[in-house]
């Protein structure tokens, strides 16, 4: 039988969850956007993310904590931290936490010419694309005009296709679609198809 927590994982994968350290003590233009993770009109989660600048510098962090029960109890818990310098990403760093023990965790560093992905320790992929939009920057900044965004995560590129009307789908590459909207340039709402069950990421007022 496909373990629960594993089916628990695939579904919340989906989203793109992003938390950071090391954010300077001194900052500007700092921006905190708070969501809740809504299943079958049920909150089960939140989601807060952070925008800190300072100089040419921007880190953005988000944390997510989800508890549910599909036939036990399960905690989920992300954490990013992703640093951007002269609007480029230069480090991405996802650590995913299954009931309080490690189940993922991927980093990708810029390396002079390079992106390196490192997954669970392992030298996955080296890329040689400048990377300038990420799945993170879907909470700050409505995607316009934006054709691929770089999943933290997963370590590969997902596509975007604007839908009008201030929405987006974003598609991963294992082809899994998820719709993105946006009202006054910041996300608002999102629906994450997760195959056998679908869920909401909904601004708090």
Not at 24 to 39: A, G, Q, R, W
Request: hydrophobic fraction near 35%.
């Amino acid at each position: 039988m496909f373990p629960i927590y594993q089916f628990i994982i695939v579904l919340f994968l989906l989203i793109d969850f992003n938390i950071g350290t090391d954010i300077p003590l001194y900052t500007l233009n700092d921006t905190t956007l708070y969501f809740d993770i809504v299943l079958k009109d049920k909150v089960i989660g939140n989601l807060k993310a952070t925008k800190n600048s300072k100089d040419n510098k921007i880190f953005y962090q988000s944390e997510t904590a989800i508890k549910t029960r599909v036939i036990k109890n399960i905690e989920v818990n992300y954490k990013y931290d992703v640093t951007f310098e002269n609007k480029v990403m230069k480090k991405a760093d996802v650590v995913i936490d299954v009931n309080n023990k490690p189940h993922a965790n991927t980093v990708t560093n810029w390396n002079s010419s390079q992106y390196q992905v490192i997954k669970n320790g392992k030298e996955e992929e080296v890329l040689e694309t400048s990377i300038d939009y990420t799945t993170i920057l879907l909470y700050f900044k409505e995607p316009v005009n934006i054709d691929l965004c770089y999943s933290e995560q997963d370590g590969s590129f997902n596509t975007i296709v604007a839908l009008g009307e201030h929405s987006y789908k974003k598609i991963n590459a294992k082809g899994k679609e998820n719709i993105y909207y946006y009202k006054n340039g910041v996300l608002e709402k999102a629906s994450i198809d997760g195959g056998l069950v679908k869920f909401e990421i909904i601004a708090r007022n």
